[in-house]
């Protein structure tokens, strides 16, 4: 009976591809326990089947009454060990290591129809792309459904009110991930003037006026050929998207440029006007 386990264990060693030749071997020169020690070792034998071989050798033992020692149930197969047809050889395990991004825009917020720049980097990834919403019907973020580089940038129009959000996907052959970014989208208009008063006239205290909206307020200066500044308003009230002011002290005849410009001094628009002799 033991010549025929001793056979039968050679057997699974070739069967698992073992790298060594093994002779013709008898009860009498080769140890079993030492045998299935070395096919637990190598992985023939799995670890949930040793206490079942432990058994099986007992009643083997019990029917040569013989006493055996249990099987080292501490031994663990190798993990790293595969079988193939050339024998058996070891390997690294690969770890399986998902992707990771960071997503981040030039600005926090942006007017309605500005241009919110995208940009992203990543590790661990192989390609990215923008995840597709379903917004069919309704004002969103136009992103491109191309694929993209590990890292880079896009450029997309802000077309919706609010705060709408972009989210890029990473990839690699262990998985994906993602990363977002939320922005600030407002509807606000840009303020304009327009300065109507003719751009030859013969009063040397010019009536000026003009239009103006998205402002309450509007202010003017007027500067000489020379570079110098001759009259400053103040802040003008615009009713009615409309202003005015008459210029004193007189000018002297020549050229000046009027400049408009809102509360926080921002230039709105100007205008060249000459005054001339009423001769």
């Given at each position: 009976?033991?010549?025929?386990?001793?056979?039968?264990?050679?057997?699974?060693?070739?069967?698992?591809?073992?790298?060594?030749?093994?002779?013709?071997?008898?009860?009498?020169?080769?140890?079993?326990?030492?045998?299935?020690?070395?096919?637990?070792?190598?992985?023939?034998?799995?670890?949930?089947?040793?206490?079942?071989?432990?058994?099986?050798?007992?009643?083997?033992?019990?029917?040569?009454?013989?006493?055996?020692?249990?099987?080292?149930?501490?031994?663990?197969?190798?993990?790293?060990?595969?079988?193939?047809?050339?024998?058996?050889?070891?390997?690294?395990?690969?770890?399986?290591?998902?992707?990771?991004?960071?997503?981040?825009t030039n600005k926090a917020s942006y007017n309605l129809n500005d241009t919110i720049?995208?940009?992203?980097?990543?590790?661990?990834?192989?390609?990215?792309?923008?995840?597709?919403?379903?917004?069919?019907?309704?004002?969103?973020?136009?992103?491109?459904?191309?694929?993209?580089?590990?890292?880079?940038?896009?450029?997309?129009?802000?077309?919706?009110?609010?705060?709408?959000?972009?989210?890029?996907?990473?990839?690699?052959?262990?998985?994906?991930?993602?990363?977002?970014?939320?922005?600030?989208?407002?509807?606000?208009?840009?303020?304009?003037?327009?300065?109507?008063?003719?751009?030859?006239?013969?009063?040397?205290?010019?009536?000026?006026?003009?239009?103006?909206?998205g402002v309450n307020q509007v202010g003017l200066s007027l500067i000489s050929e020379?570079?110098?500044?001759?009259?400053?308003?103040?802040?003008?009230?615009?009713?009615?998207?409309?202003?005015?002011?008459?210029?004193?002290?007189?000018?002297?005849?020549?050229?000046?440029?009027?400049?408009?410009?809102?509360?926080?001094?921002?230039?709105?628009?100007?205008?060249?006007?000459?005054?001339?002799?009423?001769?």
């Open positions: 009976m033991k010549k025929y386990i001793v056979s039968f264990l050679v057997a699974s060693i070739f069967l698992a591809g073992a790298p060594f030749a093994v002779k013709q071997a008898s009860a009498s020169d080769l140890s079993i326990r030492d045998f299935v020690n070395l096919l637990i070792i190598i992985g023939v034998i799995p670890a949930d089947k040793i206490p079942a071989v432990n058994a099986f050798l007992a009643t083997l033992d019990n029917s040569t009454h013989s006493t055996t020692t249990p099987i080292n149930t501490s031994i663990t197969p190798d993990t790293t060990t595969h079988r193939s047809s050339g024998g058996v050889s070891s390997r690294t395990t690969s770890r399986v290591t998902l992707p990771s991004c960071t997503l981040t720049t995208y940009s992203w980097t990543s590790n661990n990834a192989t390609y990215a792309a923008w995840k597709q919403e379903d917004d069919s019907g309704k004002d969103h973020l136009d992103l491109p459904g191309d694929k993209l580089d590990t890292s880079g940038s896009n450029e997309v129009t802000a077309r919706v009110i609010g705060s709408p959000s972009a989210t890029l996907i990473i990839y690699n052959t262990s998985g994906n991930a993602t990363c977002s970014k939320t922005v600030t989208v407002t509807n606000i208009t840009e303020p304009t003037a327009e300065i109507l008063t003719s751009s030859q006239i013969t009063a040397t205290s010019p009536y000026i006026m003009g239009t103006a909206s020379s570079g110098d500044k001759v009259y400053g308003s103040g802040l003008i009230p615009v009713v009615n998207d409309g202003w005015s002011v008459t210029v004193t002290p007189a000018l002297s005849l020549g050229n000046y440029t009027i400049y408009v410009y809102d509360a926080n001094n921002n230039e709105l628009t100007n205008k060249i006007i000459s005054i001339v002799s009423s001769n």
